[in-house]
Structure formats: C-alpha cells, structure tokens
C-alpha cells in the first residue's frame, strides 16, 4: 500500500515523494515566516515597540531589521551547505534550523523594543541559513538529471504556496484583533500581533514534525561525505571569464534585490496609492501567486528544452516589469506589476536551481548550490537597505535601480552562462 501511494505521487508529480513531502514541510513553515515579511514593519509602527530609535526614522529602522535577517542567513549558508557535504547529512541540519527558527517566532510574543527585534531577527537568520542550502541540496540529489528543473519547481511551488498565504492571512488578522480566547474557565486576549506570532510558531513546529517523519538523507550523500568541497570564481574549464555557478549567484543577487525593494516600504507604498494593508498584502503575494503557477510548468519545461532559455528571458523581462513599480499610481496596476515581476522570477529561480544542480560535482551540493542561495539572501538583506536609503530621493529611485541591476544580470547570464543540458539528459514522458 505504501509503496502504490509513493508511485501515485511519483507519476502525479514526477519526483521522489521525499521531494514532495519536503516541499510540503517547507509549504508550512513558509506561512510562519511570511507572516512576518507584513507584520514586523506594522509592528514597529506600533505603540507596542518602543526605545531608543538613534536618530533613524522608521522606514530604516524597518528595513535594518528586514536586512540583518537575510545578512545573517547568508553569511551563514555557505558554512552549513558545505558541512551537510562533508557530513554527507541533510536532514539533521533542517530540523537544527526549524527549531531554532520556531523558538524564534515565539520570542516575539516578549519583544517590545527596537534593540529586541534586531536581536531576534538575527538568530532567525541564522536558523534558517541551516535550511535552505540543505533542503535544495537534498532535493537536487533526489533528482535525476533530467528530472531536476521539475523537482525544483514543485519544491519551490509548495513552498511559495506558504510564503504567498502567509501575508494576505497576516494583514487580515492584525486588522481584526484582538481576539479572546477561552481556555476552560479561564479567558486570554491575543492582540493581532500576538496571534501571528503563536501560528508562526506552530507552523515551524508542523514543518519540524514533517522533516522529522517522513525525510530521509539518500545512501549516495552519505557515501560522498568527507571532502573538501570549494567554488572557484573563474570558470574552471576556461571557456568565460566567471564560473557559471558565481553568475547565476549574481544574476539571483540582482533579482532578489529587486524583489526586496518593495516590502520595508510599505507605509510609503500605501500613502502613494491611497490603500490599506490588505491591498499591500495582495500585491505582495502577487509575486509570489505568478511562481506558484508557473514555477512546476517552467522547471519540467526546463528539463526539455533547456535551463538558459528560461534564466536569459526572465532576467529581460524583470526590467520592466521592475521599473513599472515605481511609476504605477493606482493600486491595480501595482497589482500587475508585482504578477510581471513574479512571471519573470518563476523563469529565473527553478532552471537556476537545476542549472546549478547540473553542474554541482558529486557530493557537493551543499557548497554549489549555497552560492545561490546565499545570493538570494544577500538580495533579501540588501534590497530592504537599498529601498530604505534610496525612497527619500524619489519613489521610483529604488525601482529604477533595481532594474538597472536586472539589465546587469541578463548581460551577464548571455555573456557568461552556457546550457548544461544535452539530447541525453532531456526528460521524456513518463510512460515513454
């Protein structure tokens, strides 16, 4: 019986049900997190944070707080993708960092100051930095050849599934707290604050559950522990002046800067366009809604006809579709801004991945594919700083750089990065 339900999910998605059941850890505790993307800068508009703010006004302060997470995660991703390699071990590295990161969520619920939402949101950086090299890197070993674009995608469409929920379900339960909670003969009253911070711990808590019971480290990553695996900056078969692997890491730094302008300036956004938290919370998850759709399609398409297609285009597409952002005026339009900006990082993130993954040697997939993911969450730390810095000089400055970056990053990709796919890794039909 076990076995017909592990085919079934195989044949419905086309990957090892490891890969599913991962993605589907990641689906809740993608909520939690999220969550926090739309609360932490509400939070701190609040009467509920005070002390000592040393001159800064709330916009920096936010996106300092925002920025620390993603600067912590990435400095640390490099340092726990190369020691699950040399471990030969994933999952136990996952489950370090999903309790760190629910113990976390949870110190939210005492925090009341400045100097204490720094504090926290460093330690969860560096929880999650123990989940994401390890997780992609387990799901890249679990994947063949060419069937990796598409376990990319449908890892990353359940955990953006989460991560898209997460803010519009945020913004609807600060605006409609507080809420009392009975518990026997006893009552408890849960601002809106306080309750999104207990379900992102809960979520963590669901997700750490996950891992624990159902994910399993393949024989071929144990067997490969031991090195001592590196990346080199200059392409080590001499044919470009980068190694592809340190391109697509810059390529994934420039997009995800892109991404991150939006979010830490979320009072000036709403001011600008006349709307509410609820609105901002669409058009945040609106990115993300385009990945969930398109992210399984685009990867099994990569495994067709090819990653660097899909990667060149996208980064073209982010152009405009960054640009736009900064010049909309009505909520709308915003809204479609923020779905061309997601169509064209759901054709960037899973060929990426697998790309990489393609050219990671065995046993390496930690240390290879951490340079796009630190690269994602450098992006995540410094868009925040870029958009804080740059939105007094203009509205549209921090969009108008962010695009400039995407140009860069699709020059880069046409100049640099070669297709890794030939006629024999192609996927075909299942039944074929």
Do not use: C
């Not at 726990?80 to 994933?90: E, K, Q």
């Not at 980068?242 to 997009?255: E, K, Q, R, S, Y």
């Not at 990867?299 to 067709?304: I, K």
Request: charged share 10%; net charge neutral; proline share 4%.
């Amino acid at each position: 019986m076990r076995r017909s339900v592990r085919q079934g999910v195989r044949s419905m998605f086309d990957v090892d049900p490891r890969v599913f059941a991962l993605a589907f850890a990641r689906l809740a505790d993608g909520v939690g997190n999220s969550f926090l993307v739309i609360v932490i800068p509400l939070y701190v508009a609040s009467d509920v944070v005070t002390g000592a703010t040393y001159g800064l006004a709330p916009a920096m302060i936010i996106g300092i707080i925002l920025s620390l997470y993603g600067l912590l995660n990435s400095l640390a991703q490099p340092f726990s993708g190369r020691l699950s390699d040399r471990h030969g071990a994933r999952k136990r590295y996952i489950l370090v960092g999903l309790g760190g990161l629910a113990a976390t969520n949870f110190s939210y619920l005492f925090a009341d100051s400045y100097v204490a939402l720094v504090g926290i949101r460093a330690l969860q950086g560096v929880s999650v930095a123990f989940i994401v090299p390890t997780s992609v890197a387990l799901v890249n070993e679990l994947a063949a050849t060419g069937r990796r674009g598409g376990s990319m995608g449908v890892y990353n469409t359940f955990r953006l599934v989460g991560f898209g929920a997460g803010p519009v379900v945020a913004g609807a339960i600060v605006s409609a707290g507080p809420y009392d909670v009975s518990l026997g003969d006893a009552g408890l009253v849960l601002s809106g604050f306080e309750l999104t911070f207990l379900i992102a711990t809960a979520a963590a808590l669901v997700s750490f559950a996950m891992v624990g019971v159902l994910i399993t480290d393949p024989e071929r990553t144990r067997a490969a522990a031991g090195g001592s695996p590196s990346i080199r900056w200059r392409d080590p078969r001499g044919e470009h002046l980068l190694n592809p692997v340190i391109t697509l890491g810059l390529a994934t730094l420039f997009m995800t800067i892109g991404i991150a302008v939006f979010a830490p300036i979320q009072n000036e956004v709403n001011a600008r366009l006349g709307q509410g938290s609820t609105w901002f919370g669409l058009q945040f998850s609106a990115f993300v809604l385009a990945q969930i759709v398109l992210q399984t399609p685009i990867g099994s398409a990569s495994d067709r006809v090819g990653r660097r297609p899909f990667i060149l285009w996208g980064m073209v597409l982010l152009v405009p579709a960054t640009l736009a952002q900064g010049v909309v005026t009505t909520s709308g339009a915003m809204l479609l801004a923020r779905l061309g900006q997601g169509i064209a990082g759901a054709m960037v993130f899973a060929p990426g991945l697998a790309l990489a993954g393609d050219l990671a040697p065995e046993g390496e997939s930690g240390t290879t594919l951490s340079v796009l993911t630190m690269a994602f969450g450098f992006g995540i730390a410094i868009g925040p700083l870029v958009s804080g810095f740059l939105v007094g000089l203009g509205f549209v400055v921090p969009f108008a750089f962010a695009a400039g970056l995407a140009a860069l990053g699709a020059v880069l990709v046409a100049t640099q990065v070669e297709e890794t796919l030939d006629d024999g890794d192609r996927s075909v039909d299942i039944d074929g």
